[in-house]
DNA sequence: ATGAAAGCGCTAACAG
DNA sequence: CTGTTAGCGCTTTCAT
C-alpha cells in the first residue's frame, strides 16, 4: 500500500537522456523543444508513469488548483445541489473540489476560511455565518464567491427565493387565505432576514394577516413547533423556512389529523428531494441550486483565471479599462426561482 | 480580492530577529528553543497573520494531511452518509477532504485515482466500479480504504446488506408471501452480487419463490419497470435494489392504483432521507453508512498515521511481527444492517 | 534547442 | 540554544 516512490522529473529527464530542465518544457510546452525530444520525453514519462507534483507545482506558482465550498452543513440537501453544481463546473475545468463543513458554527467557519488559505486557490461561501465585515476581512486573503450573501466588492450569487417566497403568498391569497404563517428560519440566516421584509409589504398588498412564528432550527424536527404554532394563529396556511421544516409541520398535521390541504395549506421552499414522494406532496419555491453553483464556480474561475496579472500593477491600470474589468461590478447574479405548485396547498378552509 | 502577498516564515524570522530555522522550531517544536525567543516568535507570526505554506510542507514530509472521497456519484442520497461520516472523521484529525465524483465511470474513477496520487495521502473509494485488479494496481500508489468491496490486502468496510435482504425475505414469508420479486441493480454493482447469492438459498429455506427481475439503474426513473415485472410475474411483494428504486416502485404503483401494501408490498434498501416520508412509509434495510464512514476514514488514517517507517523496511521487518502488525488481517469490517419495518409491507393479498 | 542554476517555503541535519 | 546549509520537485531565467 502506497510505498513505492514516485517518479520525480529528474527521473524522467534521465531515463530520457535530457536535462530536467528541457524534460519540463517537453511535458509542459512540446513546442518550445525538438519534437523528437519531446516525443522520447513524454513516452517514457508515460511508460514511468510519471504524475507531477501537484505540491511542487503549488509552491512554486502559490496556485493549487483546488477550490473549497465551504459550507454550514453537508447534510442539508439544500447543500447537495451547490456541491454537485460547483463540483461539475470545477471538474470541467481541471480543479479539485474540497469540501469544509462548519457545522453551522461561525467560529469553525471563520477558523476554516483561514486554514483553506494557501491550500486553495479559492472559495465559495455558501450560507454564510459570518458578518459582513468578517467576510470581507477573508476576501482579502482568498478568492471568495458568495452565495445567497451580499458583500460589496465580493461575487456572489442570489437565489430569489424571498421573491418566490411572495408568489406563493400571492398562491395562497388567490385562494382565499386570509390568515398566513410564516414559520422563519434561524436568526442569523440572511435570507430569513430578506424574506420577512419581502412577505410584510406584499401581505398588505393582497390583504393578507401575515403571522411571523419562529425562528425555528431548519430540520424536519422543528416542524412540530410550527405547525403547532401556526394552528394557535388560527392560520389556514403556514408558509415554511424550507422543505426540511415544512415536512415535519405535515408530519406533525398528520399526527395531530389536522387535514392538508383542507384545514392546513402547507408551502416549502427549495424544493429538495423528497418534496414530491410526501403525502400530500409539497407545494415549494424550487430554486435552481445547482445552476447556482456552476454561476458561482464560474466567477470564482473567471477571477482565478484572470488574476494572471502577477507582478504588481501599476497604479495607472487600476484607474484603467473601467468597463472591460469594472471594479465593483460585483453586483450579486440574481437567479429566478418558481412557485412549484403541489397537493399541499388548496383553497382556504 | 486575494492579493495581498502572504507573510512567509521568512518574514516571521526576520521581524522576530531570528533565523528561518529557529523560527520553525519555535512553531513547531516549542521545546527546542529558548522560551522567550519562542514566545516572541509566536506573537510575531500571530501578528503577522503567518499561516505556514501547505504546500511547501508537503513538497518536504511528501504528506497533504488530505484524504479523498471517491465517488460514483454524489448525489445518490445513499453516500450522503459516508460524506459526512468520512469528513467527520477526518476533521477531528486535522485532515481536509476533498470529494471526487466519477460519474458512476470506471474510466473516470481510473482516472481520478491515478491523479490524485500526490494531491491526497489517502482515499476511501466506495462502491467502485474498477475491477480488483484495476483497484489493486491503485493500492499500490496510494494508501486506500474501499467500502462494499472485498479486494484481498486492502482494507475495507462492507455494509452487510446482503444480510439485510435475507431479513426482509424472512419478514415478507412470515407475512404469508409466497412469490417475491428482487429488483436488481447494475450489473457491475458487486453489492448486488452479494445479495442475489444470499437470496436465493435463504428463498429455497424459506419455501419462497424469488423471481429476480431487472438489472435496474439504481435511480427513481426505473421504477416503473420494476414495479410493471413484478406485476407481470405475478409477485405479492418486491424487494428493491435500494430506496430510489424503491421510491419508483411506489410512484408506479400508486398511478396504476394497485394498493400498498395490500396487493403489493415493496421493501427498499438503505433507508436514505424520505423513506420515512413517503406514504406508506417505506420498510427498508437500514446500514449505518455514516458509520462506515467513520470506520472507512479510520482504517485510513491508521494506515497513514502508522506509516511512519518511511525509509525503506528491510526484508526482515516484512516477515516479522505478524502478530502486532498483521499484514493480510485487512479482513474487512462487516457492519450489521437491520431491517426498518414501515407500512409499505403487509400481509400477502 | 538545450543545459545549468536559482529559488518557491519549509524542515532537518549539521555546525557552532 | 541557535544559525547555516542543503534539498524536497518543479519551473524559469540565463547562458550556451
Redesign the pocket.
Known amino acids: 500500500m502506497a510505498v513505492r516512490?514516485?517518479p520525480?522529473?529528474?527521473?524522467?529527464?534521465a531515463a530520457a537522456?535530457?536535462?530536467?530542465?528541457?524534460?519540463?518544457?517537453?511535458?509542459?510546452?512540446p513546442g518550445?523543444?525538438?519534437a523528437?525530444?519531446?516525443d522520447r520525453v513524454v513516452a517514457v514519462a508515460k511508460e514511468l508513469g510519471?504524475?507531477?507534483?501537484a505540491?511542487?507545482?503549488a509552491?512554486?506558482?502559490?496556485r493549487t488548483a483546488t477550490v473549497a465550498l465551504v459550507l454550514p452543513d453537508v447534510t442539508n440537501p439544500f447543500f447537495f445541489g451547490l456541491v454537485r453544481g460547483t463540483g461539475a463546473r470545477l471538474r470541467e475545468s481541471g480543479y479539485v473540489q474540497v469540501l469544509a463543513d462548519t457545522e453551522e458554527s461561525a467560529e469553525v467557519e471563520a477558523d476554516t476560511l483561514r486554514k483553506l488559505r494557501g491550500q486553495v486557490d479559492g472559495a465559495v461561501l455558501a450560507a454564510s455565518r459570518l458578518s459582513d465585515e468578517q467576510i470581507a476581512a477573508a476576501a482579502a486573503d482568498l478568492a471568495l464567491v458568495v452565495v445567497n450573501r451580499t458583500i460589496p466588492g465580493t461575487p456572489g450569487v442570489l437565489l430569489d427565493t424571498a421573491g418566490g417566497m411572495v408568489r406563493a403568498l400571492e398562491h395562497l391569497a388567490s385562494l382565499g387565505h386570509r390568515r398566513v404563517a410564516y414559520a422563519s428560519g434561524p436568526a442569523t440566516s440572511w435570507s430569513d432576514g430578506r424574506r420577512r421584509e419581502a412577505l410584510l409589504p406584499a401581505a398588505a398588498r393582497l390583504g393578507v394577516e401575515l403571522v411571523v412564528v419562529g425562528p425555528y432550527a431548519p430540520v424536519r424536527q422543528a416542524g412540530a413547533q410550527a405547525a403547532d404554532a401556526a394552528l394557535a394563529a388560527g392560520a389556514t396556511a403556514v408558509v415554511a423556512f424550507n422543505d426540511l421544516l415544512a415536512f415535519g409541520v405535515l408530519e406533525r398535521l398528520d399526527a395531530l389529523g389536522v387535514p392538508v390541504p383542507e384545514r392546513m395549506s402547507v408551502i416549502g421552499c427549495d424544493d429538495i428531494f423528497g418534496a414530491d414522494l410526501v403525502r400530500p406532496a409539497l407545494t415549494t419555491v424550487e430554486s435552481p441550486v445547482e445552476r447556482a453553483g456552476r454561476m458561482a464556480a464560474d466567477l470564482l474561475l473567471a477571477r482565478l483565471e484572470g488574476d494572471q496579472t502577477d507582478d504588481e500593477p501599476t497604479g495607472a491600470d487600476l484607474d484603467d479599462e473601467p468597463l472591460a474589468h469594472p471594479r465593483d461590478a460585483a453586483d450579486p447574479v440574481l437567479l429566478p426561482t418558481h412557485l412549484v405548485v403541489r397537493s399541499s396547498t388548496g383553497a382556504a378552509g
Open positions: 516512490r514516485q520525480t522529473l529528474r527521473d524522467v529527464a537522456g535530457v536535462a530536467v530542465s528541457t524534460a519540463s518544457r517537453a511535458l509542459t510546452r518550445r523543444v525538438n523528437d525530444t519531446a510519471y504524475i507531477p507534483s505540491s511542487a507545482r509552491l512554486l506558482s502559490g
